[in-house]
Nanobody, 116 residues
Framework: QVQLVESGGGLVQFGGSLRLSCAASGFTFRMFGMNWYRQAPDKERELVAS????????TYADSVKGRFTISRDNAKNTVYLQMDSLRPEDRAVYYC?????????WGQGTQVTVSS
């Protein structure tokens, strides 16, 4: 079955960095684009970054553009989110996502907290 397992969240100071990882299994990872979403308290889940199956194209939410970088290693079935210059408003649970034609799959999420 499809599994997405995020790791790398934690508490970081304003301006600091974190790298999130999402280990995927149960599907042919190299064939699918991957996404990172986040959900802050009392807010809707929002798309943060996406990457194509080959990694040759990425897109970002305006709020993170220039600070976050999504990447993937198809040999390791893993997608990453490098987060730099973190701000208190980046505080959220971050989720890895893969979208199939008929289903969406999500990881359990990893908490990111930024202290001011």
């Amino acid at each position: 079955q499809v599994q997405l397992v995020e790791s790398g969240g934690g508490l970081v100071q304003f301006g600091g960095s974190l790298r999130l990882s999402c280990a995927a299994s149960g599907f042919t990872f190299r064939m699918f684009g991957m996404n990172w979403y986040r959900q802050a308290p009392d807010k809707e889940r929002e798309l943060v970054a996406s990457i194509t199956s080959t990694g040759d194209s990425t897109t970002y939410a305006d709020s993170v553009k220039g600070r976050f970088t999504i990447s993937r290693d198809n040999a390791k079935n893993t997608v990453y989110l490098q987060m730099d210059s973190l701000r208190p408003e980046d505080r959220a649970v971050y989720y890895c996502n893969v979208r199939f034609p008929l289903n969406d799959y999500w990881g359990q999420g990893t908490q990111v907290t930024v202290s001011s």
